[in-house]
């Protein structure tokens, strides 16, 4: 995200307040887990964890989170 938008996306995640809102905010900016464009991020995230956080990098499991 460049830097400049994140003011108007830290306001959209501000003004969530129903399942509707959540489910526009994830449309416009989510990455789902079944989208093929996540694995190369998972593959950085999960690798930096084990390097820093090497008994906490398994919290990151995504079958634990919905497909929103």
Request: hydrophobic share 40%.
């Amino acid at each position: 995200m460049p830097a400049g938008s994140v003011p108007a996306f830290v306001e959209e995640l501000g003004a969530l307040h129903t399942e509707p809102d959540l489910e526009r905010f994830v449309a416009r900016h989510g990455l789902r887990r079944t989208d093929e464009r996540i694995w190369p991020l998972l593959d950085w995230l999960h690798a930096d964890l084990a390097r820093r956080s090497p008994t906490e990098a398994g919290l990151y499991d995504l079958g634990r989170y919905k497909n929103l």
